[in-house]
């Protein structure tokens, strides 16, 4: 019996759930650890899967053209600087409410001079704009990838009708894989959530007719900055599942 156990379920609950598993299994850490060293050892040694070749010219432009195709609207600015006045352009155009939440990250943001009322605070019932960032982009399909956390919540994405993302331009990457690779490299493991939005939420459930706005915001608007530090390609383009899990 492990430590954690004699000790009467001293640790964090995680551990001392994980514990009472391999209690009951049989296992203990190091049979564990055995155990996911043959599963890393599998991926690395699996060939990896077939996908069509990427001949874009340009990645941007590609990523344009497929959330375009997808029914978001994107824009492209230079400075982050920049993306409170395009934004308030946005809304103005659709005579949308000029007040939203965001996510903390863009706190310092001049959104009063563009004549916008943002908070940074938990998104609730009634909000009507959810503006955030975005991890990365998936030229191939125009997909925005989010990861959950305390800084970065889910639900502002999810729950008011128009979703705008502030996307800078160095995180877009060709496909689901370089997207997966990136956040292995920076993160080493995933967070509780990651959330793929492609377009806005739509469903044919009923008698086949595509509706928008039934699971999610009817609007999703994307403002890519060009300006940045940029990412470095190797952490793109390893391939994850022939190298060592980070710890």
Known sequence: MSDALRSGGQGNPRDRILER???ATGKDAKSATQDLEAVQSRLREHPRGPRPPFNWPELVAQFRAQASALQSTVEVVE??????AAIAHYLEDLQLDRRAVSWPEFRGLDWRAAGLQVEQRTV???DLVGITGAYAGIAETGTLMLLSGPQTPAAMSLLPDTHIAIL???RIVEGMEEAWNLLRNEHGKPPRAVNFVSGPSRSGDIEMQIVLGVHGPYRVHIVLVTQDAGTPRELINTDWWRQPART
């Open 21 to 23: 598993i391999r209690a």
């Open 168 to 170: 800078r331009t160095s």
């Open 79 to 84: 400075n982050l600087a920049d993306v409170p």
């Open 124 to 126: 609730r019932d009634g």
